[in-house]
């Protein structure tokens, strides 16, 4: 394995939401009551647990981003998100231009609670939106209207220095005229960056048994690669062309929490069900926390974290996860930093005859400066990855 890094992030998971949206397979928990000043002692406790690990280097490394997530992490306490950042910094180094973002919600936005968490630290909001059209907000099962996410966009921008927000489309019947409609709109709206998700259908979902029960009228595969053809396409004229499968942003705006992730950085979890992944002696080690929020909650109570026994990954499941990830970004993985996390060249852990089938179909660019998809191979990265990986 390579040595340790200088850097390191840091991600927290609040797993509480006001509803279950129906397309959501994520940890997210609808709850009457929170009890915040526990669950507050519960994630500084466990961000404490992580700071004597000899993998994080507490006191030698950078932190070069946080990220709250969820769930909906606008239902935290801000005094809570103070005293997360606050003790973060106690642990480690600061890099001077950490980014720190928080995910929210419409229907959880206030003009004085976002300004609480700027004042707290945060210095990035992302919110989800999900759709500017009142009936698409319906049928995804938000609790927020067209005009409060406007609403809610225009205050935000008014607090934060850097806005993101997120869109679904690919949603049952939708053209491409409407889309474009939509996506012109959310460009026009768009300071530096936008997350823009096709709906997907995830087992264990409400939309999952409908689909299955009555069809939901997604659109087709041809109709899909046209949606997200015409998605690239835009984004670029407006200025945020496409630096991941989903997301796009204005050159320097890329969302350094995620880029870090994909391109293999370490980061930890904290929360419900947050994993993480840190760099041993000997191998890269995948932490995971109890998923249900009450047993996390207790586990911490109890035994000062809430982490469920970590595992060494084999080196092919680390080449995997860092393929899987980093051909996610449109520049793909730089050879040399490839070499610098595993110790091999791309040549010499690919194989050559299933990389060359899938440079000649125009699925993949094999060069000096790395490997990387091309929009074709985006498009179908899933069955790319299983060709290139076996």
Known sequence: ????????????????????????????????????????????????????????????????????GGGTPSLIDPATVAALIERA??????????EITLEANPTSVEAGRLTDFFAAGVNRASLGIQSLDDAALKFLGREHSAAEALKALETAKRIFPRISFDLIYGRPDETIKGWRGELSQALDLATDHLSLYQLTIEKGTPFYTRDRDI???????????????????????????????SNHARPGFEARHNLDIWRGGDYMGIGPGAHGRLTGQKARLA??????????????????????????????ETLHELLLTGLRLTDGIEATHFCSLT???????????????????????????GLRTTDQGRLCLNTVLGELVG
């Not at 910094?89 to 001077?96: N, P």
């Not at 109890?290 to 974290?305: D, F, K, T, Y």
């Open 287 to 316: 932490t995971l926390q109890i998923s249900n929020p009450a047993n996390w909650l207790a586990q911490v109570e109890e035994r000062g974290h809430g982490g469920v026994p970590e595992t060494s990954l084999s080196k092919e």
């Open 343 to 369: 110790g091999l060249t791309l040549k010499a852990a690919l194989d050559d005859r299933r990389l060359e089938r899938l440079t000649t179909g125009g699925f993949l660019i094999f060069d000096k400066a």
């Open 1 to 68: 394995m390579r040595s340790h890094s200088s850097g390191i992030s840091l991600y927290v998971h609040w797993p509480f939401c006001l509803a279950k949206c129906p397309y959501c397979d994520f940890n997210s928990h609808v709850a009457d009551t929170i009890d915040h000043p526990a669950w507050r002692r519960a994630l500084l406790t466990a961000l404490d647990h992580f700071a004597i690990r000899e993998e994080t280097g507490a006191g030698e490394k950078y932190l070069t981003s946080i990220f709250f």
């Open 215 to 245: 069809g939901l009228g997604l659109p087709g595969e041809n109709s899909a690669a046209d949606l997200y053809e015409m998605t690239l396409e835009m984004t670029a004229l407006a200025g945020l062309p496409a630096y991941e499968i």
């Open 89 to 98: 910094g106690d642990h480690w180094k600061i890099d001077a231009n950490i």
